[in-house]
Each structure stands twice: as structure tokens, then as C-alpha cells.
């Protein structure tokens, strides 16, 4: 079983920036493909980033030049550091871990075996 608490949501003017951080507990955190998601009232959820150990993360196109993920092996935490946010990038954020994933499989969010309870990230204009 593999455990996930995000922290570092909250409120920010469109163009600030925020760094969100899931710290993980359970299995051996390296083996595991990390991502984000978020989910906006009325959308379905929707893939923001993954990161595997060892290999280039992946972005989606909305977010690419904005957001880096990143990962700490050693602290079992994944962070998703958000710069020049927009209006459209409120949603609740979530962790995510699988044991694998391709890159094409990496965007679909039902891959995901465990999740955390999501943070919350409010960009206003």
C-alpha cells in the first residue's frame, strides 16, 4: 500500500507561482511512476505531469514551460512547482502513483493505482 498526502495549494494572482508537494509513505517510493492530475468543477480529471525515475517527465501540452515536476528519492516526495499560472489552472491537484507506465498510458488518470486526497489551487485574475 502506498500512501500519498499533498500540501501547498492556496490562493494566487494569474502570473504568480506555487509549489505543490506529495509526500509519500509504503513501498518503495523509486519504483514508482509519479504524477500530477486536476480536476476543475464540472471537468473530467485531467493529466498535468509525470515523472519516472531515471527518465525525462512528460507534460501536458497546457502546461509545458510552466510547471517542472521533480522528485526527491531519498524524501519520498514529488513536487510540482507551478510558475506564471493562469485563471484556466484552478482545480483541485492530485498525486498519483502506479508501479508503471508508458508515456502514452502515463496521461490516463485510471492507470493510477494510488491517489492523494488532493489539494486545492485557486488562480484568480
Known amino acids: 500500500q502506498v500512501q500519498l498526502v499533498e500540501s501547498g495549494g492556496g490562493l494566487v494572482q494569474a502570473g504568480g507561482s506555487l509549489r505543490l508537494s506529495c509526500a509519500t509513505s509504503?513501498?518503495?517510493?523509486?519504483?514508482?511512476?509519479m504524477a500530477w492530475f486536476r480536476q476543475a468543477p464540472g471537468k473530467e480529471r485531467e493529466f498535468v505531469a509525470v515523472?519516472?525515475?531515471?527518465?525525462?517527465?512528460y507534460y501536458a501540452d497546457s502546461v509545458k514551460g510552466r510547471f517542472t515536476i521533480s522528485r526527491d528519492n531519498a524524501k519520498n516526495t514529488v513536487r510540482l512547482q507551478m510558475n506564471s499560472l493562469k485563471p484556466e489552472d484552478t482545480a483541485v491537484y492530485y498525486c498519483a502513483a502506479t508501479p508503471s507506465a508508458t508515456y502514452v498510458s502515463a496521461r490516463i488518470w485510471s492507470k493510477y493505482d494510488y491517489w492523494g486526497q488532493g489539494t486545492q489551487v485557486t488562480v484568480s485574475s
Open positions: 509504503g513501498r518503495t517510493f523509486s519504483n514508482y511512476v
Open positions: 515523472n519516472w525515475s531515471g527518465i525525462s517527465p
